[in-house]
């Protein structure tokens, strides 16, 4: 089963995926693709880590997300990977231009053949303004089309605003 969780910034759709992850009843991986670059986003980390059940495993990969979730995931697994437009953002950054195109194909192979429970986590960032930048257009385009091409590949879509799921593909958690 695979889930991708959409929603804005404090949507509430990370608390989903932990309350979905818990009720699964299978061992968790939480993989963290943010970087502390900053005192703002270091203090949403540990936000973050501290509402996490101790049992998890917490993996902090913030490119190679398709490496690490196919040596995370198994049958008896919950994988959720939190967030996908951090990663994005991540690849859109680094100074390997090329590695961007590869990560995001290494994800979309990878994606259908994992076993287990995987949830995608990820911020629908296209519902504003065209932004003024070339590099912030270049995002929320990239991230469109990476959030077309996983919901095709999931059993489950969900968008998630105050606190609330709506079910977009698949049934309502």
Not at 64 to 83: E, K, M
């Given at each position: 089963m695979r889930s991708l969780i959409l929603g804005g910034a404090r949507s509430g759709?990370?608390?989903?995926?932990?309350?979905m992850a818990i009720a699964i009843g299978v061992e968790?991986?939480?993989?963290?693709?943010a970087q502390p670059r900053d005192d703002e986003m270091a203090a949403?980390?540990?936000?973050?880590?501290?509402r996490r059940p101790i049992g998890w495993l917490?993996?902090?990969?913030?490119l190679a997300l398709a490496a690490t979730l196919r040596a995370q995931a198994r049958p008896d697994r919950c994988v959720l990977?939190?967030?996908l437009t951090l990663w994005l953002s991540n690849l859109l950054g680094?100074?390997?231009?090329?590695?961007?195109?590869?990560?995001?194909?290494?994800l979309?192979?990878?994606?259908?053949?994992?076993?287990?429970?995987?949830?995608?986590?990820?911020?629908?960032?296209g519902s504003g303004v065209v932004p003024m930048g070339e590099l912030s257009r270049r995002f929320v385009d990239e991230a469109g089309r990476l959030h077309q091409a996983l919901a095709a590949q999931c059993e489950q879509v969900l968008w998630v605003t105050a606190g609330l799921p709506l079910a977009l593909k698949g049934e309502r958690p």
């Amino acid at each position: 089963m695979r889930s991708l969780i959409l929603g804005g910034a404090r949507s509430g759709k990370s608390a989903l995926a932990e309350r979905m992850a818990i009720a699964i009843g299978v061992e968790v991986v939480y993989v963290a693709t943010a970087q502390p670059r900053d005192d703002e986003m270091a203090a949403r980390i540990a936000h973050h880590r501290a509402r996490r059940p101790i049992g998890w495993l917490s993996v902090e990969e913030p490119l190679a997300l398709a490496a690490t979730l196919r040596a995370q995931a198994r049958p008896d697994r919950c994988v959720l990977v939190d967030c996908l437009t951090l990663w994005l953002s991540n690849l859109l950054g680094d100074e390997d231009t090329k590695r961007f195109a590869h990560e995001r194909a290494a994800l979309l192979d990878a994606v259908p053949t994992l076993p287990g429970i995987l949830l995608l986590v990820s911020n629908e960032v296209g519902s504003g303004v065209v932004p003024m930048g070339e590099l912030s257009r270049r995002f929320v385009d990239e991230a469109g089309r990476l959030h077309q091409a996983l919901a095709a590949q999931c059993e489950q879509v969900l968008w998630v605003t105050a606190g609330l799921p709506l079910a977009l593909k698949g049934e309502r958690p």
